[in-house]
């Protein structure tokens, strides 16, 4: 692998420079994507394992070379154009105390989330992040349907019921409150 890698190295110094005009003179991308492309020829090879079968190097790069630069104007074919005046689009008009103010909701949330037991916490879990039904939470879980209903019920109408009653906002004590532990 060592002499591979330095046969690599060594093409690498050799040929760079020539397969960049080689890009440049032929056109075979952007100007701005001449240098990646030519990275990219590299990298290739890098991850070729059979490197000992190439005959003809600097003809091998030329030839990857301009395989890439056509994949490249494919993908580019494919993107959508941009123009100076989408950048004033892209402004974000969030105020900084609007992002604490989510920020902290979100805390808040979390902590009370904390509060529940495991089983209404996991259905929670797999209901909002994983985007399951119930039918798929509870073939996952092994219970029945109406179990995993009752306790999404259950857990959601607790969850309101301490958040509006401001048991997690701030830094203050729980209320007495601790963590479920499982179930």
């Not at 093409?11 to 056109?27: D, H, I, M």
């Not at 070729?48 to 003809?56: A, G, P, Q, T, V």
């Not at 209903?149 to 729980?174: H, N, T």
């Amino acid at each position: 692998m060592p002499a591979r890698d330095g046969k690599l190295a060594d093409w690498f110094r050799e040929w760079r420079e020539p397969l960049v005009r080689f890009l440049s003179l032929r056109r075979l991308g952007t100007p701005a994507d001449v240098d990646d492309i030519a990275q990219e020829v590299f990298l290739r090879l890098l991850r070729y394992e059979r490197s000992e079968l190439i005959d003809h190097p600097q003809a091998y790069l030329y030839k990857m070379a301009a395989n890439v630069s056509a994949e490249w104007a494919t993908r580019s074919h494919r993107r959508q154009p941009h123009h100076s005046e989408w950048l004033d689009q892209l402004v974000d008009h969030a105020e900084p105390e609007q992002e604490l103010e989510r920020e902290a909701s979100e805390a808040e949330l979390r902590r009370a989330i904390e509060y529940l037991p495991a089983r209404p916490r996991e259905i929670l879990r797999l209901h909002f992040s994983e985007g399951l039904t119930y039918d798929e939470i509870a073939d996952r879980m092994a219970v029945t349907r109406r179990i995993v209903k009752r306790d999404f019920v259950a857990a959601y109408a607790k969850l309101r019921g301490m958040l509006v009653e401001g048991q997690f906002s701030g830094a203050s004590p729980r209320a007495g409150l601790e963590p479920e532990s499982g179930q």
